[in-house]
Nanobody, 125 residues
Framework: QLRLAESGGGLVQPGGSLRLSCTAS????????IGWFRQAPGKEREAVSC????????NYVDSVQGRFTVSRDNAKNTAYLQMRSLKPEDTGVYYC??????????????????WGRGTQVTVSS
């Protein structure tokens, strides 16, 4: 089974930036859809962004439009979530997930079979 590991989280002041990485092991990511999800304290996990193997991107949260950018580097077996102009409401645990399906990106957690353990992002002054 594909193993995923997130990194790059931390404490950042409002307006700051972070780049999260999602690195795969055991298998390559070339043919996988990669989704980024987040879970704020006391809330359900929600889809943030998703990238297909072709590089096509979908964003699911209006508030991150223009601030978050998802990308992938198949040669490095890694996907990224670049986050800029961070706000306190972006605080939460961020997860990457993968699915190998011709149907492509989805905002549904249920269709992603492989998950990382998450990385904490805290936006606070």
């Amino acid at each position: 089974q594909l193993r995923l590991a997130e990194s790059g989280g931390g404490l950042v002041q409002p307006g700051g930036s972070l780049r999260l990485s999602c690195t795969a092991s055991v298998f390559t990511l070339d043919w996988d859809v990669i989704g980024w999800f987040r879970q704020a304290p006391g809330k359900e996990r929600e889809a943030v962004s998703c990238i297909n193997p072709s590089g096509e991107v979908f964003n699911y949260v209006d508030s991150v439009q223009g601030r978050f950018t998802v990308s992938r580097d198949n040669a490095k077996n890694t996907a990224y979530l670049q986050m800029r102009s961070l706000k306190p409401e972006d605080t939460g645990v961020y997860y990457c997930a993968a699915r190998r399906d011709v149907l492509g990106c989805s905002a549904s957690r249920a269709v992603f079979g492989s998950w990382g353990r998450g990385t904490q992002v805290t936006v606070s002054s």
